[in-house]
C-alpha cells in the first residue's frame, strides 16, 4: 500500500535578483495520504501546491521538514503529469512513452500502446508531439505516468491550460484510467468543481502553504459535473474557500 | 476531517470491475480485450488524424508554381552563373572560358597529354584528398562531440576550456593549415591534422550550447520518473542536441575541407590543392579552375546529397507546415 506522509514540511526559496525577497512556498505542511485514493490538493495561486508535489516527486529539496512516499517500506515509484505536457519534441508518441521505461522491450512497447490506446491515441503513436493537439498531448503525458505502473500518482493542474471542453474531455479519459488502475493520486489544482469530479478527499491549501481544511468527498464514481450531489459538495467547498479568503484577509488585517 | 456528502462509495461493480490492482499481479487486459473498457465510461473513440500535409502550391498558376519547384529555382540560378562566366570570358582574356576548363578537365580524367611532360593525373590526387579529409573528420567529429559534451554537461570542464575552445574557433582555417604545414612538413599528417584541429572547435561549440539549450522542464521530467541514465543520454542528451550537432558537423565538414585545400597548396605533393597549385603555377589558368571547381563541387554535392537528406530525416519532427513570407506576400 503507498503511503505518503508530509510532517512539517517548509520550502523558502532565497531572494534571486529579480526578487530580492525571500519566499514562503509552504509554511509547515502536514498531510497524509494512504492507500488507493485520489486527492486533491486545492488552493490559490501562490500556496505552494506545486511546490509540495516537487518535493514529493524529488525535484525539489524541502527547506525543512520531511516527505515520504513508499510502498510497502520501499521508495514509491512516482508517475508526473505536469500542467505542460513535457514531450521530448524529437520523439514520437511511442518513444515518449518509452522513454521513461527503462528496458524498450516487446513487453513495454505494448504495456505503452495499452495506455495510449486507453486514452484513445492509439492510431497517433507514429506521430511527433508537434503534430498533436495540446489536448492530445497532454493525454500523452497522462498514459505516460499510469506507464511506469506509479504506486503513487503526481498531477500538477494538468487541465489548465486546456480550454473548457478539452479540460473536460480530458477529465473524463483521466477517470477513466484511473478507475482502471487505482493508484494513488495527488491531484493539485485551483478549480473545485474538477477537484469535487475527481478526488475521494480535497485537501485545502491557504497562501503561505499552511492546510486550511481536509475535506472528504464519498460520492460514487463515474462523475459528471452536472450531477446535483457533485453541484452541491462544490458550493460546500466554495463556501469553505470564501471563508479561507476572510480568515487570510481578517489575518492579514489583525496582523 | 468533516463529511460533507454522507453518500456512500461505489461498491464494486459494473461501473468498478477493476478495483486495485495489486503489486506484482498479472498484467492489466490487453487492447484487444472487450472487457478492457467497462469501466462505466462509454468506449471514446479513437480521434481521426487529419491530413498533416502542407496546402502546397495550390492557388498559384501553372507557371508560377512551376517556376517555384526547387530544382527549377536551382536550375536558373545555374544558367545565370554560366552566364556571368561567359560573359567574363568575352570581357577578359584572363578568365579560362568553360570550353577550355571542360577539355583540361577531361584531359585530366582520361590521363592525356597536356603538351611537354605534363600528363592528365585525376583520380590519385583525387582520393587522396578525399581520404585525408575522411580521415581528418572521423578523428576531428567524435572529438569536437566529446568535448562538446564535456562543455555542456560540467560547469568544472566548460571553466577550464570554454574559453580555449573559442579562441579555437576564432582562428581561420587558414592559420590551421599553415601551423600543421609547420609542424609535420611535405607529410600527409599536416592535411589530417589540419582538418582535425579545424573541425573540433565546431563541432564543440555547438554540442555544447545544443546541450545548455535542453529544456530544464525535460530535465526535471526526467529526474521525476528517475529516467535511467542511459534513456537521458541517448533521448535527451544527444536528442536535443541534435539540431546543433548537425550545425556543427556541418560547419566542419565545410571548414575541414577548405583548411585541407590550403594545406596541399602549401606544403604537398599530391592532393586536389596541389594539382591546383601545380597548374596555378604553370599559368594553365583552365587547369586552376577546373581543380577549384571541383573542389567547390565536391562540398556542394556531400551537402546536398548526404547532410541536407540526413537533416531532413533526423528533423522530421521539426517540419510543420509553415507559411513563409514568400507565401503570404504572394511571391
Redesign the interface.
Known sequence: MATVLIENLTKIYPPTITYPHRVQALGGVNMSVTGNVFVAVLGPSGSGKTTLLNIVAGVETPTSGSVRAVQDGVPAQVGYVFQEPRLLPWRTVLNNMLYVQDRKSDRSRREAEFYLTMVGLNEVAHLYPSQLSAGMQQRVGIARAFLVNPDILLMDEPFSHMDALTGRSLREYLQRVWLHTRKTALFVTHDVSEAVELADRIVMLRPGGVVFDDIPVNLPRPRHPDDPAVRAVEGEVLRRFDSMEAAVRFGAQAG | ??????????PPGP??P????P?GAP??P??NDPT??A???QE??????GD?RPAGDAGYSAPRRALRRPWVVQLIAFAILLAVWQYLTVASDRVPSIEKVVSFMWTEVTGGSHGGMLVGEFWGPLGLSLQRYAIGLAIGIPAGAVLGLALGTSSWVRGLLNDTTLVLLALPAVVWAFLASLWFGLTSTAPIVAVVLTAIPFVAINFSSGVRSIDP??M??S??????RR?QVV??LL??T?PNAFTGVRLAFTTGWNSLLIVEWFSATAGVGWRARLWYDALRYAGFVGWILLFVLLITLLDRLVLRRLERHA????Q?PTLSFAEDWGM
Open positions: 476531517m468533516t463529511d460533507v456528502a454522507q453518500r456512500p462509495p461505489a461501473n468498478d477493476y478495483g486495485q490492482v503489486r498484467a492489466p490487453r487492447p478492457t473498457f469501466s462505466g465510461f471514446l473513440p479513437t480521434l481521426p488524424v498533416l522542464a525535460l526535471e521530467m529526474k521525476a520518473y528517475q529516467v535511467s534513456n533521448d535527451l536528442g536535443g541534435l528533423f522530421q519532427w521539426n510543420k
